[in-house]
């Protein structure tokens, strides 16, 4: 397996770990048998699949909880969010698209 891969199928697995333990009260030693399943994902992936795409994963649960928390990721890895439009930059194109 590719090293850069590898390391950030890792990085992954130990924020979902990180989640499960925190959040879940979920002993460590479960967590990382909880979500050993990711096993060669990409670090964009977890912001890219969707609820149903988790629970086949993880299961229904587990897979649920994870996916309730990938704005966490987001954040995790400093990725900032899809724009978003705010009050001036509606008006703006609101003038623009009048002209």
């Not at 299961?59 to 990725?79: C, H, K, M, N, S």
């Amino acid at each position: 397996m590719d090293a850069q891969l590898e390391e950030s199928s890792a990085r992954v697995r130990d924020h979902f770990c990180g989640i499960l333990t925190e959040h879940y009260d979920i002993r460590e030693e479960h967590a990382i048998e909880l979500v050993s399943n990711w096993k060669y994902g990409k670090s964009s992936e977890v912001l890219y699949y969707d609820l149903e795409t988790y629970q086949k994963i993880f299961g229904d649960e587990i897979g649920a909880i994870l996916f309730t928390y990938q704005g966490d990721y987001r954040v995790a890895i400093g990725r900032p969010r899809p724009f978003e439009k705010t009050k001036f930059q509606s008006t703006f194109f609101f003038l623009r698209k009048r002209k």
